[in-house]
């Protein structure tokens, strides 16, 4: 064969070979629509098929549900009772701190109030707030915020417009926690904001707030802490929430069970509480990787057990991967297409497919790992391959054949 046409044959395959790259770099960094809900739908069976069953002694959730609101009365309850909630669960049950998954707004009774707002200040009781991260005319100001810390110089924190936050007779709690965030484009929770800039200030999430609520109530210190702010979150400002159990995996608890001390002491001594509601009426319902419908209190519960695996060293920070990613498309496309010019067809397809099924194998451990790389796009570069190069390579093959 002339030395012109090994040139341009060459030619041909090394222009596929930057195609294909091309491509999978581009799709990985202009993350079209279409390719993110295909990798969300690809990360949340993966959670679905690999969350531990094993139950989460750490926390515990007490819910405000149906049974619960029959029993007790409907809400909204009075400040009494929740501080009542509160009383028991630090007192007769001995939990190690307690957050409360509901925005006050507006006074209620006047010693309920009150109580509420001493636990604030002296118990190791963490209220909520919610940011809004949408611009709207006019912005949301609802209540009184409260536990800004020093703005921090960080870049990776995501920015709201408006909030409703607790009433002005609960502005004194030590610990503030926010309960706001951005659904992804399909309408699923995935991602929290670990911290939110409003007004010069930065606000942590529920779940730090309530893991360093509990530190300063041990007076321990807690300088050693999970980077909350900077190190979990993605470049724009928002963890990627780690749903690493089931749901059957965390003990939730009716709050009537609290309320009349029926639940065993053992099920909370000494550790995190959470306290939200499944109640339909209450509207607290969000999407999750795990569930098409669930309590909001979950998301916290995950995002609580999360930072705890990380201090504990069971888990690593997330791992951004996007280098290993772009590492992993040059070489295994250029090793595709010498090798695919040297095998037959038959050949092709069966290294194509052990490519493939190495991707899944890296891509299902960067899940794993929380990484926030595209899992599909080297698959659209390996579909390049199978519709380009493979046919040309057969072609080639064939016309050898003839001139033979």
């Known amino acids: 064969m002339p030395a012109h046409n090994f040139s341009t044959i060459g030619a041909i395959r090394v222009a596929i070979g930057v195609l294909a790259c091309t491509l999978a770099i581009l799709l990985e960094w202009q993350r079209?629509?279409?390719?993110?809900?295909?990798?969300?739908?690809?990360?949340?069976?993966?959670?679905?098929?690999?969350?531990?069953?094993?139950?989460?002694?750490?926390?515990?959730?007490?819910?405000?549900?149906?049974?619960?609101?029959?029993?007790?009365?409907?809400?909204?309850?009075?400040?009494?009772?929740?501080?009542?909630?509160?009383?028991?669960?630090?007192?007769?049950?001995?939990?190690?701190?307690?957050?409360?998954?509901?925005?006050?707004?507006?006074?209620?009774?006047?010693?309920?109030?009150?109580?509420?707002?001493?636990?604030?200040?002296?118990?190791?009781?963490?209220?909520?707030?919610?940011?809004?991260?949408?611009?709207?005319?006019?912005?949301?100001?609802?209540?009184?915020?409260?536990?800004?810390?020093?703005?921090?110089?960080?870049?990776?924190?995501?920015?709201?417009?408006?909030?409703?936050?607790?009433?002005?007779?609960?502005?004194?709690?030590?610990?503030?926690?926010?309960?706001?965030?951005?659904?992804?484009?399909?309408?699923?929770?995935?991602?929290?904001?670990?911290?939110?800039?409003?007004?010069?200030?930065?606000?942590?999430?529920?779940?730090?707030?309530?893991?360093?609520?509990?530190?300063?109530?041990?007076?321990?210190?807690?300088?050693?802490?999970?980077?909350?702010?900077?190190?979990?979150?993605?470049?724009?400002?928002?963890?990627?929430?780690?749903?690493?159990?089931?749901?059957?995996?965390?003990?939730?608890?009716?709050a009537i069970a609290i309320l009349d001390e029926s639940a065993p002491h053992s099920l909370i001594s000494n550790r995190y509480v959470l306290v939200g509601s499944s109640s339909l009426g209450l509207g607290d319902r969000v999407s999750t990787p795990l569930a098409p419908l669930t309590s909001g209190v979950m998301v916290h519960a995950a995002s609580l057990s999360g930072l705890l695996d990380i201090a504990e060293g069971n888990a690593r920070p997330p791992w951004s991967g996007r280098l290993w990613l772009t590492v992993w498309c040059l070489l295994s496309i250029a090793l595709s297409v010498v090798c695919i010019a040297k095998l037959p067809a038959w050949g092709g397809l069966l290294l194509l497919s052990s490519v493939v099924a190495g991707w899944l194998a890296v891509a299902l451990f960067g899940i794993s790992r929380q990484a926030e790389w595209s899992v599909t796009a080297p698959l659209w570069a390996y579909f390049l391959l199978l519709l380009i190069a493979i046919p040309h390579e057969w072609w080639q093959t064939q016309r050898r054949s003839r001139r033979l």
Not at 84 to 103: K, N, P, T
Not at 163 to 192: E, F, M
């Open 32 to 254: 079209p629509e279409f390719l993110v809900r295909i990798d969300e739908g690809v990360r949340d069976a993966f959670i679905q098929f690999t969350a531990d069953q094993e139950p989460e002694d750490r926390l515990v959730v007490i819910d405000i549900d149906e049974t619960t609101l029959e029993k007790i009365g409907p809400w909204p309850w009075p400040r009494q009772r929740i501080a009542d909630l509160v009383e028991i669960l630090l007192g007769s049950y001995g939990a190690r701190a307690v957050a409360l998954d509901i925005v006050f707004p507006e006074p209620g009774d006047m010693e309920g109030d009150a109580r509420l707002a001493a636990l604030a200040v002296h118990a190791p009781l963490t209220l909520v707030q919610i940011f809004d991260y949408t611009l709207r005319n006019p912005e949301i100001h609802q209540g009184t915020i409260a536990g800004g810390l020093a703005r921090s110089p960080n870049p990776g924190v995501l920015a709201a417009y408006g909030y409703i936050a607790n009433h002005v007779g609960l502005a004194s709690a030590r610990c503030i926690g926010n309960i706001g965030y951005l659904p992804d484009i399909d309408g699923v929770l995935r991602h929290t904001p670990v911290q939110t800039r409003f007004e010069e200030k930065d606000y942590p999430h529920l779940a730090s707030a309530l893991r360093d609520c509990a530190g300063r109530n041990e007076r321990k210190d807690i300088s050693a802490k999970p980077p909350a702010s900077t190190s979990l979150a993605n470049e724009n400002g928002l963890w990627r929430v780690p749903f690493r159990r089931s749901l059957s995996a965390y003990n939730v608890i009716p």
